[in-house]
Nanobody, 128 residues
Framework: VQLQASGGGLVQAGGSLRLSCAAS????????IAWFRQPLGKEREFVAA????????YYADSVTGRFTISRDNRKNTLYLQMNNLKPEDTAVYYC??????????????????????WGQGTLVTVSS
């Protein structure tokens, strides 16, 4: 199983980028997907998640209204559209996927440990 992230780069504040993550996962459509990021010298943090059952989406407060997570199950790909980028969005962005679970606890999607597969990361740098 592999997740291959791409689309990172250097962009000016206020600009946009779209990250992609190609997944070689059987039954991708029944996996929950997410994006996390890790700023240099800081811990990894949750960015956005898409729950396959019901299609609910969740976002970190810092990106709500600016970022959009989506998926194309025909292409086994997840996306993160990032608009109005800010210098504080600078980080390595990681895609992640989780197999269906027998039980879910509240806000489980926030925890990186709940995901089974991870991409290699793609660097996003936002200049001021």
């Amino acid at each position: 199983v592999q997740l291959q992230a791409s689309g990172g780069g250097l962009v000016q504040a206020g600009g946009s980028l779209r990250l992609s993550c190609a997944a070689s996962i059987r039954s991708f459509s029944t996996h929950d997907i997410a994006w996390f990021r890790q700023p240099l010298g800081k811990e990894r943090e949750f960015v956005a998640a898409n729950v396959w059952s019901g299609g609910s989406q969740y976002y970190a407060d810092s990106v709500t209204g600016r970022f959009t997570i989506s998926r194309d199950n025909r292409k086994n790909t997840l996306y993160l559209q990032m608009n109005n980028l800010k210098p504080e969005d600078t980080a390595v962005y990681y895609c992640a996927a989780a197999r269906p679970k027998s039980a879910y606890w509240s806000n489980w999607y926030l925890q990186g440990s709940e995901y089974d597969y991870w991409g290699q990361g793609t660097l996003v740098t936002v200049s001021s």
